[in-house]
């Protein structure tokens, strides 16, 4: 079949009669299908069940620390866990804090933090610069975009390419005073699956800004999440580049293995200098007396290090590898050569991005919705919502089986058919 955008109008209204009986077939069916959030399958939720286990009555439950470890203690959380994450991290144990279950908790602390009592050389608390804002990358990951908006600040935006932000506008950005911080997640990037190169990153840690206090918040969800063997390795150390730039207090980065082990059961951590460990602790010990840190041992206990990790991950990627894949085959057979969507292949990470014609996003995602499948909300991938070109779909394959998935993307794809050629008859 030809382009759409070749066709004449006899043509597409053809068409389109055609895609409209196919999609009240598939209505028909009564389809009930999820893939609204990137969450972890049954099956890669199983590959953890050994830790209902791992404690004994006769595992010890005194560490490094000489801490009992079910009772109170160990603002930091334990030695062992501190370490094991200073791992996953690329930082020393003791420039790690180990939380709960949620790196999301720990980013809205930070800020609420700024907010009210200002960063470690902030002049004065945020909530006192009313005209506060934070740079976001787009697309980018919606639960970061909330927070900072929940808290005032206005968001704005910076185009996310194939080696990380636009590095030109965000240091043009950043020379005003009033922008405090940056949203990053420098691998497998939710939802494009970006990976930083060592450039952007060194020009994030390098940058002169204008606010003492800019912050740069490094989310590393992904950084383990791998799909292929040959997937991206190692990406620079941004703690490494802001020591040697004299901005060793600007990032913060976190992690958790809440797609590691169990998701929202898992360990939680942040990362920073020594000096904003010191502050962050010094508003901690009022907040609480410690984390879960039976659960930091049986964490360490499953996981031991690094090395253990990342043959735990290869056990993911090989569940997850084969939706991708499906996700991409549905894709090529359904678009190629017609001219009306494009998509991301990453080689990590959670999701795939794919890009509709203008205009389209929300109406596709409308229809999935009345067919039977819950796509991520149009317009989630931007700040306020308001994706400026409503093209922009993130595509979460992680949670229904390979039989279900295949089902979803058989609708997905008939929808973008069906809108594509809508728009093309509404001119």
């Known amino acids: 079949?030809?382009?759409?955008?070749?066709?004449?109008?006899?043509?597409?209204?053809?068409?389109?009669?055609?895609?409209?009986?196919?999609?009240?077939?598939?209505?028909?069916?009564?389809?009930?299908?999820?893939?609204?959030?990137?969450?972890?399958?049954?099956?890669?939720?199983?590959?953890?069940?050994?830790?209902?286990?791992?404690?004994?009555?006769?595992?010890?439950?005194?560490?490094?620390?000489?801490?009992?470890?079910?009772?109170?203690?160990?603002?930091?959380?334990?030695?062992e866990?501190?370490?094991?994450?200073?791992?996953?991290?690329?930082?020393?144990?003791?420039?790690?804090?180990?939380?709960?279950?949620?790196?999301?908790?720990?980013?809205?602390?930070?800020?609420?933090?700024?907010?009210?009592?200002?960063?470690?050389?902030?002049?004065?608390?945020?909530?006192?610069?009313p005209d506060r804002k934070f740079i976001c990358l787009v697309p980018g990951y919606d639960?970061?975009?909330?927070i900072t908006q929940d808290l005032g600040f206005e968001l704005v935006t910076v185009p996310l390419r194939e080696d990380g932000p636009d590095m030109d506008l965000v240091e043009e950005i950043v020379k005003d005073s009033s922008v405090k911080g940056i949203w990053c997640v420098p691998k497998y990037s939710n939802p494009n699956g970006v990976v930083y190169s060592d450039e952007v990153i060194?020009?994030?840690?390098?940058?002169?800004?204008?606010?003492?206090?800019?912050?740069?918040?490094?989310?590393?969800?992904?950084?383990?999440?791998?799909?292929?063997?040959?997937?991206?390795a190692e990406i620079a150390n941004i703690f490494t580049y802001a020591k040697e730039y004299g901005h060793e207090d600007r990032v913060i980065a976190f992690a958790s293995t809440s797609k590691v082990t169990y998701a929202g059961a898992g360990l939680a951590a942040l990362a920073a200098s020594k000096a904003n460990i010191d502050y962050i602790g010094s508003h901690m010990t009022h907040q609480t007396i410690g984390a879960d840190k039976v659960n930091m041992a049986r964490h360490v206990l499953f996981l031991k290090d690094l090395a253990h990790i990342r043959e735990h991950m290869k056990k993911h990627a090989a569940i997850l590898r084969p939706k991708f894949e499906l996700v991409e085959r549905r894709f090529h057979e359904a678009f190629d050569g017609l001219g009306i969507a494009s998509w991301t292949e990453p080689r990590g990470g959670y999701f795939i991005t794919c890009t509709v014609p203008d205009g389209c996003a929300r109406r596709v995602v409308a229809l999935a919705?009345?067919?039977?499948?819950?796509?991520?909300?149009?317009?989630?991938?931007?700040?306020?919502?308001?994706d400026p070109r409503d093209n922009t779909i993130r595509i979460a394959p992680s949670y229904p089986p390979l039989a279900e998935l295949d089902q979803a993307m058989e609708v997905y794809c008939l929808c973008v058919k069906l809108a594509a050629v809508e728009s093309l008859l509404a001119r």
């Open 81 to 129: 866990a501190r370490r094991l994450m200073g791992e996953v991290l690329d930082v020393e144990w003791d420039q790690v804090i180990v939380g709960g279950s949620s790196s999301l908790t720990m980013m809205y602390d930070t800020l609420m933090r700024g907010m009210v009592f200002g960063m470690l050389h902030s002049p004065q608390p945020w909530c006192m610069c």
């Open 369 to 386: 919705e009345e067919a039977g499948v819950v796509l991520t909300g149009a317009g989630a991938t931007h700040p306020y919502r308001k």
């Open 202 to 232: 060194r020009r994030l840690a390098a940058m002169e800004t204008g606010a003492p206090d800019f912050t740069i918040l490094w989310d590393n969800a992904y950084g383990l999440h791998h799909l292929y063997p040959d997937s991206p």
């Open 1 to 79: 079949m030809k382009e759409y955008r070749s066709m004449t109008s006899q043509e597409l209204e053809e068409l389109h009669q055609q895609l409209s009986q196919q999609y009240a077939s598939v209505k028909a069916r009564g389809l009930s299908l999820n893939m609204a959030r990137g969450n972890p399958s049954e099956e890669q939720l199983a590959l953890t069940d050994e830790m209902f286990t791992i404690l004994t009555p006769d595992t010890p439950m005194v560490g490094e620390d000489g801490k009992d470890y079910r009772n109170y203690g160990l603002l930091y959380g334990t030695k």
């Open 143 to 146: 639960r970061h975009f909330a």
